[in-house]
């Protein structure tokens, strides 16, 4: 008895294993992250941070493009820790929430 129940619990694994270590994460889109990581600095301006829809506070970064910002977000810049505080945001995540943010302006 025992020993067949060990075998469902393997045939059980095997089947299901595939779902349980293949299922990706659900992409946060640019909003969501903006909201969890970059709101604290960029909607009041903290540690110099440009402000969200203001594109006078943005200055020349606003020439700049997304892959250059998005870069600037991976690695950190002056008062902005790398990743913009979302240590777990993937590239396509980060580059989202730069989207949204230039959207504002």
């Not at 779902?19 to 903006?34: A, M, Q």
């Not at 600095?41 to 440009?50: R, Y």
């Not at 600037?72 to 590239?91: I, Y």
Request: aromatic share 12%; proline share 3%; glycine share 8%.
């Amino acid at each position: 008895m025992l020993k067949s129940f060990f075998y469902f619990l393997i045939i059980y694994f095997l089947f299901n294993s595939s779902l349980i270590f293949s299922e990706e994460k659900p992409s946060r889109n640019g909003n969501t992250v903006y909201d969890v990581a970059c709101a604290v600095c960029h909607q009041n301006g903290l540690a110099g941070a440009p402000i969200f829809g203001d594109k006078s506070s943005w200055g020349y970064r606003v020439n700049k493009s997304l892959d250059e910002l998005t870069l600037s977000v991976k690695n950190g810049l002056r008062g902005m820790p790398a990743m913009g505080l979302c240590m777990n945001c993937t590239d396509r995540e980060l580059e989202s929430a730069v989207s949204y943010i230039l959207n504002s302006l």
